[in-house]
């Protein structure tokens, strides 16, 4: 079982960053995929960054790419997303996930979602 909990996010400034926490309390977290999703008022829940189960394999969406750094510890059960210059516009509730396959930027495809953590960044 798959239980995943965000913590990290907050209210900051433009330019500021933050991080990012997503803990699996179970004891399969090294066989997942792991992904971050961010949905703000509106809109639909988008792909941010995912690592691959090992580690070896990260991908970002554009707007995330030079800004975002997304990496895990598996010996924690715990993956990161690191945060920096941000914007409003980053202004979203993040979301992490779980998955066993490699569709990492289909939100449908993952398997265990945690309860999202609110980031927002202020001008």
């Known amino acids: 079982q798959v239980q995943l909990v965000e913590s990290g996010g907050g209210l900051v400034q433009a330019g500021s960053s933050l991080r990012l926490s997503c803990a699996d309390s179970?004891?399969?977290?090294?066989?997942?995929?792991m992904g971050w999703f961010r949905q703000a008022p509106e809109k639909e829940r988008e792909f941010v960054a995912v690592i691959s189960w090992g580690g070896g394999s990260t991908y970002y969406a554009d707007f995330a790419k030079g800004r975002f750094t997304i990496y895990r510890d598996n010996a924690k059960n715990t993956v990161y997303l690191q945060m920096n210059s941000l914007k409003p516009e980053d202004t979203a509730v993040y979301y992490c996930a779980a998955q066993r396959g490699t569709y990492y930027h289909d939100p449908g495809k993952y398997d265990y979602w945690g309860q999202g953590t609110q980031v927002t960044v202020s001008s």
């Open positions: 179970g004891r399969t977290f090294s066989s997942y995929a």
